[in-house]
C-alpha cells in the first residue's frame, strides 16, 4: 500500500500486560513519528526518529514506553507493564524529508484499551 | 496555559454555512501552521498549511494567520455534510515537530 499502516488496529490489554504496536512508514521516508492521542484531544508528541536514529525521546510519559527502529523503516512502540491512563489511541506518522515544511502523513492509529 | 488553545466545539452548523473554525497560540516565533481534518478513527490529512502571516486559499477552505493577535483561522465555504470531522490546527515550532490543538468537532447538519 501507498500509505502508513498500522497494527494491531485495536488492542485491549489486562492491566500489567505487555504490548507492542507496529508501524510501516511510507517506503523511503526518512522521519518517523510517535504520538498518543487522548479521546477529545490532539496527538501528544511521544518520540521522533531519522532513519534508525531516535533523535527526541522526550515525549515517552515513563520508562515503560520504549520504541525502535532498528533498520530505519518499520518501527515498533512497546509499553511495559500497561496501565488504565495508557489508553488511548497511538498513532505514527512518517515524513520524507528531515525538515522544513514537510507534510507529515498518518497510519490510521491503534486502539489500545487497558482494563 | 497550553501553547496551542482551539475550543474543542462542537460546532454544528447547517449544510451550506459558513465556517470559522479557531486557534491561539503563544509563542511568537512560530513560523509554519497547518490545519489537519481527522474524520472517526482515522489518522489526521493535511488540509492546508500557511507560512508566516496572511491567506492562503484552496477551494472551499481558506486558512488565514494573523502573527500580531497569535490566532489562525480555517474557514469552509458552502460547507458540505462530508466536512463533518475534528479539525486541527498544529503549529511546527524550530525544531520542525508539530505542536497540536485538540481539534475542534465540526457536524454539518443536511
Known amino acids: 500500500g501507498a500509505g502508513v499502516s498500522q497494527s494491531p488496529r485495536y488492542k485491549v490489554a489486562k492491566r500489567g500486560q505487555d504490548v507492542a504496536l507496529r508501524c510501516d512508514p511510507i517506503?523511503?521516508?526518512?522521519?518517523l513519528f510517535w504520538y498518543q492521542q487522548a479521546l477529545g484531544q490532539g496527538p501528544e508528541f511521544l518520540t521522533y526518529?531519522?532513519?534508525?536514529?531516535?533523535?527526541?525521546k522526550s515525549g515517552l510519559p515513563s520508562d515503560r514506553f520504549f520504541a525502535e527502529r532498528p533498520e530505519g523503516s518499520v518501527s515498533t512502540l512497546k509499553i511495559q507493564r500497561t496501565q488504565q491512563e495508557d489508553s488511548a489511541v497511538y498513532l505514527c506518522a512518517s515524513r520524507p524529508g528531515t525538515g522544513g515544511a514537510y507534510e507529515q502523513f498518518f497510519g490510521p492509529g491503534t486502539r489500545l484499551t487497558v482494563l | 496555559q497550553k501553547e496551542v488553545e482551539q475550543d474543542p466545539g462542537p460546532l454544528s452548523v447547517p449544510e451550506g454555512a459558513i465556517v470559522s473554525l479557531n486557534c491561539t497560540y503563544s509563542?511568537?516565533?512560530?513560523?509554519?501552521f497547518m490545519w489537519y481534518r481527522q474524520y472517526s478513527r482515522k489518522g489526521p490529512e493535511l488540509l492546508m498549511y500557511?507560512?508566516s502571516s496572511g491567506n492562503k486559499e484552496d477551494g472551499r477552505f481558506t486558512a488565514q494567520v494573523d502573527k500580531s493577535s497569535k490566532y489562525i483561522s480555517l474557514f469552509i465555504r458552502d460547507s458540505q455534510p462530508s466536512d463533518s470531522a475534528t479539525y486541527l490546527c498544529?503549529?511546527?515550532?524550530?525544531?520542525?515537530?508539530?505542536?497540536w490543538g485538540a481539534g475542534t468537532k465540526l457536524i454539518i447538519k443536511p
Open positions: 517506503s523511503g521516508h526518512v522521519s
Open positions: 509563542n511568537s516565533a512560530f513560523q509554519y
Open positions: 498544529a503549529i511546527m515550532d524550530s525544531n520542525y515537530q508539530l505542536i
Open positions: 500557511t507560512y
Open positions: 526518529f531519522q532513519n534508525e536514529a531516535q533523535l527526541d
